[in-house]
């Protein structure tokens, strides 16, 4: 699992960011679960994980430039 979190995210059905984590399934790609608060690595009941923490920049799950 790849694992990113932020103070800065952009969640379905929310007017402006809020805290989140965005787990990311390594096989294949995929965004399997979006958490609407920032989970720190010791919380996160996966523990061989990538994290990325982005601090207060924007993450836009789904979003493909």
Known sequence: LLVATSSRVALPGTDAPLPGTIVIN?????ISEVIPEQISPETF???DTEWLDFGSKMLLPGLVE
């Open 26 to 30: 390594r096989d294949t790609g995929k």
């Open 45 to 47: 009941p996966n523990k």
